[in-house]
């Protein structure tokens, strides 16, 4: 069946330091794979979205990686902030198909 | 352009009861997607309206239903609850052909 791990279930980072998030899957070849932020009682919110024939993308202080080979993803916050503070899920999808499939996601805490 | 919004934000039942969630879609989005969110489990997808029609489920028993009207806006039906529908339930729209999903804030359901 399809698994979707992100590998730290906590993080603690150095406020200024580089996070990064791991997201591994098994038995699954997502056309698209997305990165979503979630604050303690409310829904996720959109973060990136990478295609299966990108490397790389990035958004502000942001930067997603995807390797279809690796089955791997990996999500790094740049110069992280205390209010980066969050739990951090990706998600997988196929064409033109609604349904996300989640990780467990990673809570991290950036420590000023 | 106002968010997805979710109805009741809080709620409590007995077991046996049932209940109705309510959620209203992004203006101009006509998929609808609802997640129960657990502990436990983490976030999984229950199923997906697309103009009034179910496109995609998940493995979840019979007694969670949906539905979805005319103007999109969409119910989610739970029969004979279980201490374990105890959840988060979480309700997302898209543009219903792009993959990014828009949360809402949740019901939170509590079943004693």
């Known amino acids: 069946s399809q698994k979707i791990e992100q590998n730290s279930e906590a993080l603690n980072i150095q406020e200024g330091k580089t996070a990064t998030l791991t997201c591994n899957y098994t038995?699954?070849?997502?056309?698209?794979l997305q990165w979503y932020r979630q604050d303690p009682g409310r829904g996720p919110v959109f973060l990136l979205l990478?295609?299966?024939?990108?490397k790389e993308k990035r958004k502000e202080r942001l930067k997603v990686t995807f390797d279809t080979t690796l089955k791997q993803s990996l999500f790094h916050i740049t110069a992280s902030q205390p209010a980066d503070s969050a739990t951090y899920l990706c998600?997988?999808?196929?064409?033109?198909?609604?349904?996300?499939?989640f990780g467990t996601g990673t809570r991290l805490t950036i420590i000023p | 352009k106002a968010g997805v919004t979710q109805t009741p934000r809080y709620l409590i039942k007995t077991r046996g009861q049932q209940v109705t969630l309510s959620c209203s879609p992004i203006?101009?989005?006509?998929?609808v997607s609802w997640y129960q969110q657990t502990p436990g489990q983490g976030l999984q997808f229950l199923f997906e309206?697309?103009?009034?029609?179910?496109?995609n489920k998940g493995n979840f028993p019979g007694r969670f239903s949906g539905r979805q009207f005319s103007n999109s806006r969409s119910e989610m039906n739970v029969s004979t609850l279980e201490l374990g529908d105890s959840a988060l339930y979480l309700c997302?729209?898209?543009?219903?052909?792009?993959?990014?999903?828009?949360f809402g804030p949740g019901t939170r359901l509590l079943v004693l």
């Open positions: 203006s101009g989005h006509r998929s």
């Open positions: 309206y697309f103009s009034e029609t179910q496109r």
């Open positions: 990478i295609r299966e024939n990108e």
């Open positions: 998600a997988l999808s196929n064409f033109g198909n609604e349904k996300l499939t």
């Open positions: 997302a729209s898209g543009r219903g052909g792009q993959e990014t999903q828009y």
């Open positions: 038995n699954y070849s997502p056309a698209y």
